[in-house]
């Protein structure tokens, strides 16, 4: 998955959910994206977050994406930290096709 599907993804999920209001509330942006983890940080404004978090969680059924799956790590406050989080963590497993 690359960082402009996975983008586009979420805010077409959001659009589903809570319309053009909860987008443009939210702002979400995916800021940083590793493609060998596969893991990425999204900025959102601190208000929407839980917006945000069920994007993530409707993404995969609502897109029609088979084998993946999105969650939340932790939130923070700063990128920085967001960044050294983020490299602290093993790569994510992939499922293997059935």
Known sequence: MTKEKTEKILKETLFKLYGLKGV??????????DPSRQGGIISCTHNTVTYVRAALSWAPPIASLQNTMFYTVKVTGTIKK??????SLQQ???????
């Open 82 to 87: 967001a960044k050294k989080i983020l490299s």
């Open 92 to 98: 994510v497993v992939t499922l293997n096709k059935v």
């Open 24 to 33: 443009l509330e939210a702002s979400p942006t995916l800021i940083y994206f």
